[in-house]
């Protein structure tokens, strides 16, 4: 039998000329927004009014929040038919007939207001709020707590299903391995789920089939219906869920309780294996379940579809860029939506990109003409994911509540094993709940970075950088982040950027280290006193200028260590969403710090820069994005660019290091020598930012100022023999600020400009 594969893609059509005015009266009020943000930093709530989204009948799973399970993951079983499991509890919580399910969220409906997906139709079943699983005598009720070693191993989705795989423990260190897979019962009007448990000996455990009121009528039949239990129990739970208040997830609690039906399978001692199948169909007044030896059923006609590829359209843009650096537009298909959160290069030299929609497509010969490039789709379904890197050949993408590895394990060109690595860090479901990564340290542990923003205490590991090891545990590493949107190595050392906000008064680059608080209010295992009132934090290795440079700094890539692109070779590229540009930084340590320079690099990107990568042509490849939730200057919601260097050296500050007395500028190309020789020619400031609840933060001076900045005097200046070099001496500068040097009337020795005049280092420390 052939195994299914995904088959159509996603297209989001107007229904009516309704929505055609719906939409562009959404565009309005969007124009109308970034008008208003030139006048405040503080981001405004954007009014919604589009509906909500919903997936082709044909998708295997989404990964989406549910607001009573926020690890759900909807698996559509026919067009009309869908289940939802919670993959925290293990047990599968929700059934309709109906539509697909609604998608709410930023990505969906670009909006803030709504983000707890729904059942679309009418409820069939649900199951309570417990775990479905016990070991040894059968429990008087069931347990309201996955106990320990209870772990989400991942999706299968070969042949004709979608098969839930988890594990659950039996007995101290040893647990057996579950196979759940939903399917529509012959007739197409009932659930089927066939539950195969893999592991040996599972003597003494139960699998809580399925619970009803009981005021309604239960039916049982099949021949297995000697395998169960009917158990009648007095439940009192309550059931935590969580809704949208004014943006923010909060938690409440749902009594459930009453008298129920418990209908318990006690699992046959049986070696190597046992299964169950239970059809459960719904009727007036009542359920009816049908039980049987899994083995013994026949299979499912097999569902069939193509790999989906798809080229670029005929027409594409023009290249842009200056003398020195070139830039491509990739001609994205106008069937997909490239809305870049993630790429790396596969070791065939294709590009894997992941999108915030929750596909990941594999570009196909990226090197070469950017027309040419073909699109082909490796997975769909994943719930909003942060980030993408390729290790040894397979994909890990980090989505929201889940550090992921896809494979293709039959070889029909996409994703068919969904493993779950680890997603024991605490998830609200919240719009702003994203997890970024993963990187690699340098013993090969995974690091995953949590956003803080919207943290609500009691939900762990929100702010931090989490390590997964290769054996799925999870440890901290440090706290404080707000939203580290861009995340990577340098020099072995793991940088992420971070966001202007509440407590953070301009975006940043942050060295991140064991133990360090870097600013923003942090979940546990932080304390509550330091999430209620943090009073200092670590400092960045760079300041970004927020007004004049970056308002959302975002991914980055080191350049290689090599002439092909161009005279920056292993410095670090930073992306920056709103203004839509690539900046460029120089790093070096200062009395065993990090701490550097920062200049603009490219711009007149397509869309919103969000991810950097470089590929093996040596050539930065550049993933965009933007969405009516967070706008950016950029025209297109999503776009793949290229930058490459011409061959011609500009002229530029290639780098600055600090000095005991002042700076030395080294440039790409000799300087005049006499224009460079005048301590006229540098205008340097300095200036620093406030450490404080409120959003963002003003430019401060010595005197504590705002929106100013103060002088600093040239008290000296060198030019170096082969003019490729200036050393600044400096009077009344201080550690602690961001330096601006401005240079002023100075070219190069053949009368080039200099291709940027400005530049901003983070002084921390002075070289002792």
Same mark, same amino acid.
């Given at each position: ?376 789709? /490796?997975?769909? !379904? %994943?719930?909003? =994911?942060? #980030?993408?890197?390729?290790?040894? &050949? +397979? *994909? ?80 901290? /590493?440090?706290? !404080? %982040?707000?939203? =580290?949107? #861009?995340?990577?190595?340098?020099? &072995? +050392? *793991? ?274």
């Amino acid at each position: 039998m052939k195994p299914l594969t995904p088959s159509s893609p996603r297209r989001w059509f107007a229904a009516s000329l309704v929505g055609f005015f719906l939409a562009l009266l959404a565009l309005a009020v969007g124009a109308a927004e970034k008008k208003d943000a030139a006048k405040s930093d503080k981001p405004k709530k954007i009014k919604v009014t589009k509906p909500a989204r919903h997936d082709e009948a044909d998708i295997p799973f989404r990964c989406a929040p549910m607001s009573n399970a926020v690890r759900s993951i909807h698996i559509p079983l026919a067009t009309n038919l869908h289940v939802a499991f919670d993959a925290e509890m293990l047990r599968t919580h929700v059934a309709w007939e109906g539509g697909m399910m609604n998608l709410w969220g930023a990505p969906y409906h670009e909006g803030k207001d709504r983000f707890y997906c729904e059942p679309n139709g009418k409820v069939l079943w649900t199951m309570p709020p417990v775990f479905p699983w016990a070991f040894g005598e059968l429990p008087g009720k069931p347990a309201t707590a996955a106990p320990q070693g209870a772990r989400f191993v991942g999706i299968i989705t070969t042949g004709a299903v979608t098969t839930l795989t988890y594990e659950v423990p039996v007995a101290r260190g040893f647990t057996v391995v579950v196979r759940e897979t939903p399917q529509p019962t012959p007739d197409g009007h009932g659930i089927r789920r066939v539950v195969r448990i893999h592991g040996g000996n599972a003597d003494g455990l139960w699998w809580l089939v399925h619970v009803v009121p009981s005021t309604e009528r239960l039916e049982i039949d099949g021949p297995a219906k000697a395998d169960l239990v009917m158990q009648r129990a007095k439940l009192s739970i309550d059931e935590r869920v969580w809704s949208e208040v004014k943006n923010e997830s909060e938690p409440s609690v749902r009594p459930f309780g009453g008298e129920f039906q418990l209908v318990w399978w006690k699992v046959p001692k049986r070696a190597p294996s046992a299964a169950l199948t239970v059809d459960t169909t719904s009727h007036a007044g009542g359920v009816r379940l049908t039980v049987a030896d899994a083995e013994e059923l026949n299979p499912l006609p097999v569902r069939t579809s193509k790999r989906k590829v798809f080229s670029a359209d005929k027409g594409f843009p023009i290249p842009a860029g200056d003398s020195a650096y070139r830039l491509e537009h990739f001609p994205v298909p106008k069937e997909i939506e490239l809305g870049v959160t993630g790429m790396d290069f596969l070791p065939n030299g294709d590009l894997a990109v992941c999108t915030w929609l929750g596909d990941v497509f594999i570009v196909q010969k990226p090197t070469g003409a950017p027309s040419a490039a073909t699109y082909r789709r /490796f997975a769909r !379904g %994943l719930c909003e =994911p942060g #980030g993408l890197k390729v290790i040894d &050949g +397979d *994909i890990y993408v980090v989505q929201k509540h889940e550090l992921t590895r896809l494979r293709d394990t039959d070889g029909d060109g996409e994703a068919d094993v969904f493993g779950c690595i680890n997603n024991s860090w605490g998830f609200t479901g919240n719009y702003h709940d994203f997890s970024f990564g993963p990187t690699l340290d340098c013993d090969g542990n995974f690091h995953v970075f949590r956003i803080g923003t919207h943290g609500v205490w009691g939900v762990p590991y929100m702010g931090w950088d989490i390590i997964v090891k290769g054996d799925g545990s999870i440890t901290p /590493f440090c706290s !404080g %982040l707000r939203s =580290p949107d #861009g995340f990577g190595t340098y020099q &072995g +050392d *793991i940088f992420m950027t971070e966001n202007q906000g509440n407590w953070q008064g301009a975006c940043k680059l942050n060295h991140l280290q064991r133990g360090r608080f870097y600013g923003y209010p942090s979940t546990e295992p932080a304390t509550k006193e330091q999430f209620d009132n943090p009073t200092k934090f670590d400092p960045p290795a760079i300041w970004f200028p927020y007004s004049r440079m970056s308002k959302s700094a975002s991914g980055m890539a080191t350049i290689p260590d090599d002439d092909r692109f161009g005279p920056f070779k292993g410095q670090l590229l930073v992306g920056e969403f709103q203004y839509a540009i690539v900046m460029r930084c120089f790093l070096e340590k200062v009395n065993g710090e990090w701490q550097g320079c920062v200049w603009p690099f490219a711009k007149n990107f397509e869309s919103g820069v969000n991810r950097l990568a470089f590929g093996p042509d040596g050539k930065l490849y550049v993933g965009g994005l933007k969405n009516g939730a967070w706008s950016a200057v950029a025209a297109k919601n999503a776009s793949l660019d290229r930058v490459s260097f011409t061959g011609k050296t500009p002229f530029e500050i290639k780098e600055v290091h600090a000095k005991s007395d002042g700076f030395e500028l080294v440039f790409t190309l000799p300087v005049d020598s006499e224009a460079a020789g005048k301590a006229d020619n540098y205008d340097v400031t300095q200036y620093r930012t406030e450490y404080h609840q409120a959003y963002g933060s003003a430019e401060y001076d010595f005197d504590g100022k705002p929106d100013s900045a103060s002088d600093v005097k040239v008290v000296g200046v060198k030019v170096s023999t082969d003019k490729l070099s200036v050393r600044l001496q400096l009077s009344g500068w201080r550690a602690g600020y961001v330096t601006t040097l401005r240079l002023l009337d100075i070219n190069g020795a053949d009368g080039a400009k200099l291709r940027h005049d400005t530049c901003y280092y983070t002084l921390n420390q002075i070289p002792k």
